[in-house]
């Protein structure tokens, strides 16, 4: 996989940005979902993804990358709030170009036990290629 991150705003509002960056479409993806499970672990405690002994798919389509970031953001958010299972980490496995647009996928890492609330809905997707680097923008906000 590319160079990627993500970067956490401050929460204002009940809201913070999470802005994620990679040289191309996947690592941006990758690093979002990240953000995503970063923000959520830092409301309810943090772990080791080590712990992971569980794979739950996630995955989504969607006609562009902004589109495919919401559909797994909230594949994710489902797996972390079932009943069942703990996520502690999240891996983006792959995407392909299908006749409709982009399918893509990967895992929630997860041990048995009592899920959480995610408290957390992801809004105003946005994505930008500027030279190269692919910019991924996305409004996540505290749901109680």
């Excluded at 002994?53 to 996630?58: E, N």
């Excluded at 909230?74 to 792959?94: M, N, S």
């Excluded at 041990?111 to 995610?118: K, L, R, Y």
């Amino acid at each position: 996989m590319e160079s990627a991150s993500y970067e956490l705003g401050p929460w204002q509002d009940g809201r913070t940005v999470l802005t994620a960056t990679g040289q191309i479409s996947a690592s941006a993806l990758a690093a979002g979902l990240a953000g995503l499970l970063a923000a959520i672990r830092a409301e309810i405690g943090t772990t080791e993804e080590a712990d992971a002994t569980t794979a739950l798919a996630i995955r989504a389509e969607g006609a562009g990358i902004a589109e495919v970031f919401t559909g797994l953001a909230t594949a994710l958010l489902d797996e972390i709030e079932h009943e069942a299972y703990d996520v502690r980490a999240v891996r983006f496995d792959g995407m392909v170009r299908t006749d409709e647009g982009l399918a893509a996928w990967g895992y929630a890492m997860a041990v048995p036990g009592e899920g959480t609330p995610a408290g957390v809905a992801v809004e105003d997707v946005v994505v930008t290629d500027k030279g190269g680097l692919i910019t991924l923008r996305a409004v996540l906000r505290r749901i109680s």
